[in-house]
């Protein structure tokens, strides 16, 4: 078979052959250079896009973390006295104290009973209108007042009991609390009676209230922000002890949810799942 002429009758694909012609894969890679350079930036780019995907995607499974606001101050206390009409005026006369509203049995008892009838589940016990006492609740001029004031307080006649009323730093950003099970031995909770609730589960529950119907946003509160609270909440211990251990916090999912019963929804939905310590409303 006759060859063209010039040709020595072997094709050209390999780096070799005559030094004076260029191979044709060379001629080709030199001609189509662009074309190359822009098939390469789209496998990169897809690459990129896959990885990113995934990214984003682990990323919208996590809850958002605690809003960036300032700790309310804690101004709040409350008074339960028995008989003795002279318990609002003692109080107001104490230093520190700004103002006092009397709040009576039976205005308690219609409140109890509001929310009885909206959520009956929640309750394990019918209420009982001899069970309230006349209450105070007060408002402090400063919180660094509180212990003074409660001091002065216990030796009033017919005082029951008194305690801050802590102001809610989720009251306004959040509606339903979820609460997660810890470390101690005696709660009552799914699967995690004697440790805390792991990662698995977390995620499970929170995958779960990113199903509910009207859910806008998820937040977590871990121990750290818990324990930071509950030292502004209560700067003189709780129950006569100074120091706040954090086995005394738990870790919680807040959400916001746009619709009136939003809360009987996350109950339904996750209240017996494992690793749900307690669900409640955010006041």
């Given at each position: 078979?006759?060859?063209?002429?010039?040709?020595?009758g072997t094709e050209e694909l390999s780096?070799?052959?005559?030094?004076?012609?260029?191979?044709?894969?060379?001629?080709?890679?030199?001609?189509?250079?662009?074309?190359?350079?822009?098939?390469?930036?789209?496998?990169?780019?897809?690459?990129?896009?896959?990885?990113?995907?995934?990214?984003?995607?682990?990323?919208?499974?996590?809850?958002?973390?605690?809003?960036?606001?300032?700790?309310?101050?804690?101004?709040?206390?409350?008074?339960?006295?028995?008989?003795?009409?002279?318990?609002?005026?003692?109080?107001?006369?104490?230093?520190?104290?700004?103002?006092?509203?009397?709040?009576g049995k039976e205005e308690q008892y219609?409140?109890?009973?509001?929310?009885?009838?909206?959520?009956?589940?929640?309750?394990?016990?019918?209420?009982?209108?001899?069970?309230?006492?006349?209450?105070?609740?007060?408002?402090?001029?400063?919180?660094?007042?509180?212990?003074?004031?409660?001091?002065?307080?216990?030796?009033?006649?017919?005082?029951?009991?008194?305690?801050?009323?802590?102001?809610?730093?989720?009251?306004?950003?959040?509606?339903?609390?979820?609460?997660?099970?810890?470390?101690?031995?005696?709660?009552?909770?799914?699967?995690?009676?004697?440790?805390?609730?792991?990662?698995?589960?977390?995620?499970?529950?929170?995958?779960?209230?990113?199903?509910?119907?009207?859910?806008?946003?998820?937040?977590?509160?871990?121990?750290?922000?818990?324990?930071?609270?509950?030292?502004?909440?209560?700067?003189?211990?709780?129950?006569?002890?100074?120091?706040?251990?954090?086995?005394?916090?738990?870790?919680?999912?807040?959400?916001?949810?746009?619709?009136?019963?939003?809360?009987?929804?996350?109950?339904?939905?996750?209240?017996?799942?494992?690793?749900?310590?307690?669900?409640?409303?955010?006041?």
């Amino acid at each position: 078979m006759d060859t063209p002429e010039g040709s020595s009758g072997t094709e050209e694909l390999s780096f070799g052959g005559d030094p004076d012609r260029e191979p044709r894969l060379r001629r080709w890679v030199t001609a189509h250079r662009r074309l190359l350079a822009v098939g390469a930036a789209i496998v990169v780019a897809l690459a990129l896009a896959g990885g990113g995907g995934t990214y984003l995607y682990l990323q919208s499974r996590k809850p958002l973390p605690p809003p960036d606001a300032a700790l309310p101050e804690q101004l709040r206390f409350r008074v339960y006295f028995g008989h003795g009409g002279e318990v609002p005026d003692a109080v107001r006369a104490i230093p520190g104290v700004a103002s006092v509203k009397v709040v009576g049995k039976e205005e308690q008892y219609r409140e109890a009973l509001k929310a009885y009838e909206e959520d009956p589940e929640a309750h394990t016990k019918p209420l009982d209108r001899t069970h309230f006492s006349d209450r105070l609740d007060g408002t402090l001029r400063r919180s660094a007042d509180y212990p003074a004031v409660e001091a002065r307080l216990r030796h009033v006649p017919g005082v029951l009991d008194v305690r801050r009323e802590i102001t809610d730093f989720w009251s306004g950003k959040a509606d339903v609390s979820v609460y997660l099970c810890g470390a101690g031995p005696g709660e009552l909770c799914t699967s995690f009676r004697t440790g805390p609730i792991a990662e698995q589960p977390k995620q499970a529950i929170l995958d779960r209230l990113r199903g509910i119907d009207g859910v806008e946003k998820i937040y977590f509160e871990d121990k750290a922000f818990a324990l930071k609270l509950m030292k502004r909440y209560f700067p003189e211990g709780v129950d006569g002890d100074t120091g706040i251990p954090s086995s005394a916090v738990r870790e919680s999912f807040r959400l916001r949810i746009g619709r009136p019963d939003g809360y009987k929804l996350v109950r339904q939905a996750v209240d017996t799942m494992p690793g749900v310590l307690e669900v409640t409303r955010v006041e």
